[in-house]
């Protein structure tokens, strides 16, 4: 049985991860993004931010063996139904 999360599952995850690191370090007083205007820069954070929570929220993202096996099922089902 192979476990091995989706592309998809792991690039939304990095994105998380990236977006929480830079949103930390801007809070911090550390401008990640080159831009002049601080302002700008917290709300294109906030907006990263925002957006990848979301996105990561939506999306059933599987890294257990057996939510990876479940996802595998559904989709026999799926397609099963669609025959």
Known sequence: ???????ATIVRTV???LALVNQLLSAGG???????NETVNQ???AGVTIVTAIVNWWYNN????????ADKTLERVREKNRS
């Open 1 to 7: 049985m192979e476990h091995k999360a989706s592309t």
């Open 15 to 17: 994105c998380l991860a």
């Open 30 to 36: 550390h401008s990640v993004i080159p831009i002049d």
């Open 43 to 45: 709300l294109v954070t």
């Open 62 to 69: 599987s890294f257990t063996e057996a939510a990876i096996e």
